[in-house]
């Protein structure tokens, strides 16, 4: 099968190394999605057999899920892993019936807005955790808090990524 992931942070290598290791061929592409956005419209994504979404930004995810959509190539969407600690509360459902993760939420409303109701997306049903101090240290720094994330849990959702 051929395969294109998007972002090669942990969640993507993790599902790179499985898919290669099961003999697909896969094309991975940089996770800044500055890079990402000036170089999506270099892969034809009817040559590929999935698209799997392993982007941090919201941007990203959407103009990643658009093409796909516009071309009929199938693509799974990996939703928020950071501030998470259970790889157990992970689960893959179409993001019409996902609850709880704040971006998919996001993604819901804005893939509305391009005519697109229907993604299959990995996603986690814990609630977020808050890093002790993490709110305070970034208000004082005139900044928002950037999630963090645990070795196992996007690992975790890249496995899955792979199942799928």
């Known amino acids: 099968m051929k395969i294109i992931i998007a972002g090669s942070g942990k969640v993507g290598l993790a599902l790179g190394r499985q898919l290669a290791a099961e003999g697909h061929d896969i094309t991975l592409i940089d996770n800044d999605s500055a890079v990402l956005e000036e170089t999506a419209e270099q892969f034809d994504f009817i040559q590929y057999d999935y698209v799997v979404d392993a982007i941090d930004t919201v941007t990203g995810k959407l103009q990643l899920a658009q093409r796909a959509f516009e071309v009929g190539t199938p693509i799974i969407s990996c939703m928020g892993t950071g501030n998470k600690l259970d790889p157990t509360a992970l689960q893959v459902a179409d993001i019409s019936k996902t ?14 807005k391009r005519g697109i ?20 240290e970034a208000a004082a720094l005139g900044k928002r808090t950037i999630p963090g994330s645990t070795a196992f849990v996007p690992g975790t959702a890249g496995l899955i990524l792979a199942g799928e």
Do not use: D, F, Q, W
Request: net charge neutral; charged share 30%; aromatic share 2%.
């Open 117 to 136: 109701n229907h993604l299959k997306v990995v996603y986690s049903t814990e609630e977020a955790l808050t890093p002790v101090g993490a709110e305070e």
């Open 99 to 112: 609850t709880i993760c704040p971006l998919a939420r996001i993604m819901r409303k804005e893939l509305r």
